[in-house]
């Protein structure tokens, strides 16, 4: 694949609108961003992110990945993120795909394997970088090459996910993309109790009850969970809650006081202190930046 012919056809989908830019292929964003960003906090689901041009960096918990040109940041397991484009102009912006994963999808194709990849690792981390090319690297461009024309998309796309799928599970880190999909892997018992602290954010949080989820005793599931996700329960927990908080205050929904009580909060002050540790500002000079960057 030419990178060059990646950087075109998503420059052309863009046209020079700021991140992220939704298409009609359900799953498939892309990300523009003509100058470095600040540093943004957001929730990323299991994506495949490539980057065509430039480079950024993104933090799990106490994790740095650094990607650019040529490589891809694959996630395997939706976790919060702290993420910052860090090389763009507007001579060579800032310019990335990003597939998100269908699990069904994935499943299905893991079950077509002669041999499903066995991961070797089983407390390795839920999200890894790889160098993007070959097969893999044709897929997504002949994705994206489907926005020119829309009548194929319904046809076509779901077959070139599959290839992605496939590609990513025969390659280097099959076994790490597999082990999410895997039902009896120790993995998909830690990501179906993710799903449900995640659906329950706001409840007390009880390793004891995330971990029966799981099938597994408190302590390995306290490890499991760390060691795939590089924070522990009570700390996604945490960043699950203040990305909620905000989001209620920045779309006007709730105050600073009605968010804390709506995501879990208790105690008025813990809450601003923790989403200034988080956001680097309390909970009104945060908001009302956001707004004044935004207009």
């Known amino acids: 694949m030419s990178s060059t012919a990646l950087v075109e056809v998503v420059k052309r989908h863009t046209d020079g609108r700021e991140s992220p830019v939704a298409t009609a292929i359900e799953g498939v964003m892309l990300l523009h961003a003509d100058h470095e960003k600040h540093p943004s906090h957001l929730i990323m689901k299991p994506a495949l992110c490539v980057v065509a041009q430039g480079a950024k960096w993104t933090i799990f918990g106490n994790r740095r990945y650094d990607y650019r040109a040529g490589q891809a940041?694959?996630?395997?397991?939706?976790?919060?993120?702290?993420?910052?484009?860090?090389?763009?102009?507007?001579?060579?912006?800032?310019?990335?795909?990003?597939?998100?994963?269908?699990?069904?999808?994935?499943?299905?194709?893991?079950?077509?394997?002669?041999?499903?990849?066995?991961?070797?690792?089983?407390?390795?981390?839920?999200?890894?970088?790889?160098?993007?090319?070959?097969?893999?690297?044709?897929?997504?461009?002949?994705?994206?090459?489907?926005?020119?024309?829309?009548?194929?998309?319904?046809?076509?796309?779901?077959?070139?996910?599959?290839?992605?799928?496939?590609?990513?599970?025969?390659?280097?880190?099959?076994?790490?993309?597999?082990?999410?999909?895997?039902?009896n892997s120790h993995t998909q018992r830690v990501v179906t109790a993710i799903h449900a602290l995640r659906d329950q954010f706001a409840e007390t949080l009880r390793v004891e009850t995330l971990a029966a989820i799981a099938q597994m005793s408190p302590s390995a599931f306290h490890r499991q969970f760390k060691a795939l996700t590089s924070m522990t329960p009570l700390q996604y927990q945490k960043q699950l809650r203040l990305l909620e908080a905000r989001h209620l205050m920045a779309t006007g929904e709730a105050n600073a006081e009605a968010a804390a009580w709506q995501v879990g909060y208790e105690s008025p002050s813990q809450f601003s202190r923790e989403y200034a540790r988080m956001f680097g500002a309390p909970p009104r000079r945060d908001i009302a930046m956001l707004k004044t960057a935004a207009g």
């Open 73 to 183: 940041l694959v996630v395997s397991v939706e976790m919060p993120a702290f993420s910052r484009v860090e090389q763009a102009s507007p001579a060579e912006p800032y310019l990335a795909v990003v597939v998100e994963f269908d699990p069904a999808v994935m499943h299905d194709v893991v079950a077509c394997l002669d041999a499903p990849p066995q991961p070797r690792d089983p407390l390795a981390h839920g999200v890894f970088v790889t160098d993007f090319d070959g097969s893999l690297a044709d897929c997504v461009l002949r994705m994206v090459r489907l926005l020119d024309t829309p009548r194929a998309i319904p046809v076509l796309a779901p077959m070139i996910m599959r290839e992605i799928c496939y590609w990513l599970l025969t390659g280097p880190h099959g076994g790490e993309v597999a082990r999410v999909v895997l039902a």
